[in-house]
Antibody
Framework: QLQLQESGPGLVKPSETLSLTCTVSGGSISSSSYYWGWIRQPPGKGLEWIGSIYYSGSTYYNPSLKSRVTISVDTSKNQFSLKLSSVTAADTAVYYC?????????WGQGTLVTVSS | QSVLTQPPSASGTPGQRVTISCSGSSSNIGSNYVYWYQQLPGTAPKLLIYRNNQRPSGVPDRFSGSKSGTSASLAISGLRSEDEADYYCAAWDDSLSGRVVVFGGGTKLTVL
């Protein structure tokens, strides 16, 4: 059974860079046809897609976040990562990693990241 | 303001049939598949419907999806108390700025 697990700091200071890693188990991140993505959900609000990456490294980013987002993949560790720079309180959210073929099918449990000094 | 429009709330009594709508445009629902997700309180979203009307294994056939033009719907028949959750639709959007995954704002379903 495929499982995804997010990890990283739960508290980030304003203007700093948020860094999260998603570890995939029960399947290979190098499987063809699948993208691996990040989605976030501010407290009490809806879902926002951040971006996705293919195992080869090709990426899609949400234009609204593109200037601050970098998603990378490490096939040797079966992980992919998110970096979001210059964070503000508006970036406080539960961050989910997910696998998608067309759209997300398997999701991680999510991790809350709070931006505060 | 979400690209895909859903009613913020819906409700029904046990055993009833409830539908949740998702309205978009030609650049998203009109030309791409629609997915539906169920999010129980405090948990991650769970895939409910993919490719407009397909159910993953393990999803009861009480849940069904449909799409017509630039709108889609999720129907839940034989409503049960455990169906009380937030429901989201999603699709790719082919905009001028590139391909973007867009979600509806979510519909909170209450089982009365």
């Amino acid at each position: 059974q495929l499982q995804l697990q997010e990890s990283g700091p739960g508290l980030v200071k304003p203007s700093e860079t948020l860094s999260l890693t998603c570890t995939v188990s029960g399947g290979s991140i190098s499987s063809s046809s699948y993208y691996w993505g990040w989605i976030r959900q501010p407290p009490g609000k809806g879902l926002e897609w951040i971006g996705s990456i293919y195992y080869s490294g090709s990426t899609y980013y949400n234009p609204s976040l593109k200037s601050r987002v970098t998603i990378s993949v490490d096939t040797s560790k079966n992980q992919f990562s998110l970096k979001l720079s210059s964070v503000t309180a508006a970036d406080t959210a539960v961050y989910y990693c997910a696998r998608h073929y067309v759209l997300p099918d398997y999701w991680g449990q999510g991790t809350l990241v709070t931006v505060s000094s | 303001q979400s690209v895909l429009t859903q009613p913020p709330s819906a409700s029904g009594t046990p055993g009833q049939r409830v539908t949740i709508s998702c309205s978009g445009s030609s650049s998203n629902i009109g030309s791409n598949y629609v997915y539906w997700y169920q999010q129980l309180p405090g948990t991650a979203p769970k895939l409910l419907i993919y490719r407009n009307n397909q159910r993953p294994s393990g999803v009861p056939d009480r849940f069904s999806g449909s799409k017509s033009g630039t709108s889609a719907s999720l129907a839940i028949s034989g409503l049960r108390s455990e169906d009380e959750a937030d429901y989201y639709c999603a699709a790719w959007d082919d905009s001028l700025s590139g391909r973007v995954v867009v979600f509806g704002g979510g519909t909170k379903l209450t089982v009365l």
